[in-house]
């Protein structure tokens, strides 16, 4: 019975997806992220392990909601290859693992093990046979639980069961060392904590309404598997960074926005450092180190399943070698700025260490001449002393041949001795004219081997001798070598935690700066950061919008704990009411990851959650109407949206009937208003629905604040200022709007007709039938046509007469 039950989703996918991380980048190994999860009386724990850097990450369990929205985040965060979970399962978890096969907007693959696999002891038993290679070589077994024990919280039982199945479906699928052998294990390089503590919530349809992310297609069709690139995107402009790490670090940033004071403090300290005109100098240096930071788990990764090539080494001397240039520059920065006094900390001795280590051990100019691990000399003494040996052979091989030559057939004149590695010591005499066959080339005392380039090879006494007492030299060396090289590995391997922290604080420091290089090129300002419920924004601007238009309008945005913050946003369409909305959404979102802010002043209040209703999902790829997308995103704001919470909603309402809609927008807008200041949301709220003001559809609040865009008319042209003020639109300017965009001017004043005679009340005259007076004449020119028949004449041929002159008529009547 095959115990692994496998679901499989968006299998083609997954396989272009991996053939372009291959095509990518050829060093790096195949990407691959498995998720184990256990769910048990409203708690979730899990691990997943990231073959990219080889770590098994694991979060302690965590209170979860029946619809498992922390869960949910997860997956969206690390995008899961893989999701591992047991058979017997909670209803909800069970639910929740269905509805992930049936979305078609997941595309992971679902295993589910016997529930015997998620047991605590049977995890524990799989974590002491895992490969650790960062163990120290002198644990015992005895010792291995409590070192553990130190690294994972075993009191988080869920989490500890999750790790069981992972690490049996590793083990089944040799997850990257499918092609080595069976005795090298999954490499385990690290053990990270994953926390969501004090993350931010925002959905998937957040982060592509903001364009926080966007990913296009590369039109290259050279790029067909790995042609995606990022599009205009707030990540896209930020992403300055000089390191693949940094990139990274960054997009995790992004995925996960902080209320955490004490992080955002600690960025900022530090990009305010940078963005001071006096510090660039000092910012440029440490990116022309931050280039040369090479991919270390994917070193370590190689090392430990013994596979390092010689530019791994380089890579990693390089890496080292800058790593030690960023701790000597940053220790000249004041050492009040967390960041900089961490770097100077934990970049130990053990760099300088390792650097030096490779630089005595390996010969890069020899080994890169010869394409494999040289050792230097005075490494070993052994090595040295069969190099000399092999360096003096060739004249020990001329002795040799001389002796040959007096025992040599007299038909040869000269002979040599060679050494072939892996081969061995061969006579080798020149080939003589009537030597054509085979046959021909037997020589008595001698063992013919092989004839090359006119020249015949043969093993004779001499050269077994030699054989038997040099012949293994170069392959000698090389194993040699090679143990040297594995001590080199074991040695950095045992390090690997200090390089996992270079790592780190590589890429913080490269985020960072990188922020600090994109506040400066754009003009940003440092926000404040308040726990209240405040966001005040002086001449703010939309991020994105500012590169691509010649003049952006900034605008304010006022509001405080107790008054504003439900704003109602009317306009007429085109006059920025979107962007506004979109605008501050990305400035609160900036200041959550830690960023500067497109804003001439910014207080901003850390809200726990955004939420936005704005434009719609493709509702095939999710089965649902477009309304029904509409209404499904106001909820969950309604639902889940507390007093610190922001919700942007733009044109709610119009998929469907135009009274119905006007109605539930302002049945939810009445919700929002009737809770207290302190459990209130910021809203922001943009409609076409003029009505829902004009017909006072909302109560008299504090709360409530009403705002437009200004617009001017200039003869018949619409000027749009977009500047925002307060108060009501009045008009639509719909029909300017249209000619705008360049309607037949008959078709828009027939619009502004129906429009007028529908606001007072009046009768609308349909223009696709004629008019009374038409039809009296078309009636009577049926008749004259009767009054002219000649019934007396015989010819007369009535159907003709009916289908050809009178239905004409009658027809258009
Ligand atoms: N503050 C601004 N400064 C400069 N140009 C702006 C500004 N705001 C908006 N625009 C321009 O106006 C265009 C329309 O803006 P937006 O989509 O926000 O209008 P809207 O009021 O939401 O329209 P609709 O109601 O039709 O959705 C933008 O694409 C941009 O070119």
Redesign the pocket.
């Known amino acids: 019975m095959n115990e692994e039950r496998n679901v499989r989703c968006g299998e083609r996918e997954r396989d272009v997806a991996s053939c372009a991380s291959l095509a990518g980048d050829e060093n790096e190994a195949p990407s691959e992220v498995l998720l184990s999860v256990f769910a048990q009386h409203g708690q979730v724990g899990l691990s997943f392990y990231d073959s990219k850097d080889c770590t098994l990450h694991f979060m302690p369990d965590t209170s979860d909601n029946r619809d498992l929205t922390i869960l949910d985040k997860v997956i969206q965060e690390i995008s899961p290859n893989v999701i591992i979970t047991s058979a017997k399962q909670e209803r909800n978890m069970a639910q929740f693992i269905k509805g992930l096969g049936s979305n078609p907007n997941y595309r992971q693959e679902i295993v589910v093990y016997p529930s015997a696999n998620f047991r605590v002891e049977v995890s524990k038993q799989r974590l002491l046979s895992a490969h650790l290679p960062f163990l120290p070589s002198s644990i015992t077994e005895n010792e291995k639980i409590p070192y553990l024990s130190s690294c994972i919280p075993f009191d988080s039982v869920l989490m500890l069961r999750s790790i069981g199945g992972l690490l049996k479906c590793l083990d089944r699928r040799r997850v990257g060392v499918e092609l080595e052998d069976s005795s090298v294990g999954v490499p385990i390089l690290q053990l990270l904590t994953y926390t969501l503590n004090d993350v931010v919530y925002i959905d998937r349809d957040t982060y592509s309404a903001l364009q926080i992310f966007k990913s296009e297609l590369h039109p290259s069709v050279y790029k067909f598997q790995s042609g995606v690139k990022e599009g205009l995107s707030l990540y896209g402009i930020l992403n300055r960074c000089r390191c693949k790490h940094g990139s990274r670090l960054l997009r995790q940033w992004f995925h996960r926005p902080t209320r955490d004071m004490s992080v955002l403090k600690r960025r900022q300290e530090v990009v305010r450092y940078f963005t001071s005109p006096h510090n660039s100098d000092v910012m440029n240096t440490l990116q022309n180190f931050l280039r040369n930071v090479g991919n270390i788990p994917t070193l370590l990764y190689k090392m430990s399943v013994t596979h390092t090539k010689v530019s791994d080494w380089q890579s990693l001397y390089k890496t080292v070698y800058s790593a030690v240039g960023i701790r000597d520059t940053v220790r000249s920065l004041p050492q009040n700025i967390h960041v900089f006094r961490e770097i100077c900390c934990d970049f130990k001795d053990e760099l300088p260490y390792i650097a030096t280590l490779i630089s005595k051990v390996v010969d890069f100019e020899s080994s890169l001449a010869d394409n494999c691990f040289i050792v230097k000399p005075n490494v070993d003494p052994a090595i040295d002393e069969k190099k000399r040996t092999m360096m003096g052979l060739s004249d020990f091989l001329t002795d040799v041949a001389r002796a040959e030559m007096e025992n040599l057939d007299s038909r040869f004149s000269t002979c040599s001795v060679i050494y072939i590695p892996l081969i061995g010591f061969l006579l080798s005499v020149p080939r003589l004219p009537g030597m054509v066959d085979k046959e021909n080339f037997e020589i008595e005392g001698l063992d013919f081997l092989f004839v090359s380039e006119d020249r015949l090879h043969y093993r004779s006494a001499k050269t077994k001798e030699l054989d038997h007492m040099l012949g293994d030299l170069h392959s000698d060396i090389k194993d040699m070598e090679r143990a040297v090289m594995a001590k080199l590995q074991a040695s950095v391997l045992q390090r690997s935690s200090c390089l996992y922290k270079v790592l780190s604080l590589c890429a913080e420091l490269d985020c960072l700066m990188a922020l600090a290089q994109a506040s400066q090129n754009y003009g940003y300002c440092s926000p404040t950061l308040t726990q209240s419920c405040r966001l005040t924004l002086h001449q703010s601007?939309?991020p994105l919008?500012?590169l691509?238009?010649p003049?952006?309008?900034?605008?304010p945005c006022i509001t405080s704990e107790t008054e504003g913050k439900v704003k109602v946003l009317t306009?007429?369409?085109?006059?920025?009411?979107?962007?506004?909305?979109?605008?501050v959404g990305l400035i609160v979102f900036m200041a959550l990851i830690g960023s500067d802010v497109p804003a001439k002043e910014a207080e901003i209040g850390l809200v726990d959650a955004i939420f936005t209703r704005m434009h719609s999902r493709e509702s095939v790829s999710v089965g649902l109407s477009t309304f029904m997308i509409d209404v499904n995103q106001m909820s969950h704001a309604l639902n889940n949206g507390t007093g610190t919470s922001l919700v942007l909603v733009?044109?709610f309402g119009k998929g469907t009937n135009t009274v119905d809609g006007l109605s539930l927008l302002a049945a939810c807008l009445n919700h929002w208003l009737r809770r207290s200041p302190s459990e209130c949301p910021f809203v922001f709220l943009?409609t076409?629905f003029h009505s829902v003001l004009q017909l006072g559809l909302l109560p008299q609040s504090p709360l409530l604040s009403l705002l437009t865009?200004e617009t001017a008319v200039d003869g018949e042209e619409l000027v749009?200022l977009?500047q925002l003020k307060e108060g009501i639109c009045q008009s639509s300017y719909a029909a300017n709007i249209a000619t705008l965009a360049g309607l037949e001017p008959a078709l828009v004043q027939r619009g502004v007709e129906v429009s007028e005679l529908y606001r007072t009340g009046k009768t609308i005259k349909r223009i696709d039938q004629p008019s009374g007076d038409e039809q009296i004449n078309r009636c009577k020119r049926v008749v004259q046509k009767f009054l002219s028949l000649d019934l007396d004449d015989l010819s007369l041929d009535l159907v003709k007469f009916m289908k050809e002159e009178l239905l004409p008529i009658g027809e258009r009547l």
Do not use: M, T, W
């Open positions: 601007r939309h919008l500012e691509c238009v003049v952006f309008v900034a605008n306009g007429p369409n085109s006059s920025g009411k979107s962007i506004y909305l979109k605008q733009d044109e943009a076409n865009l749009f977009y």
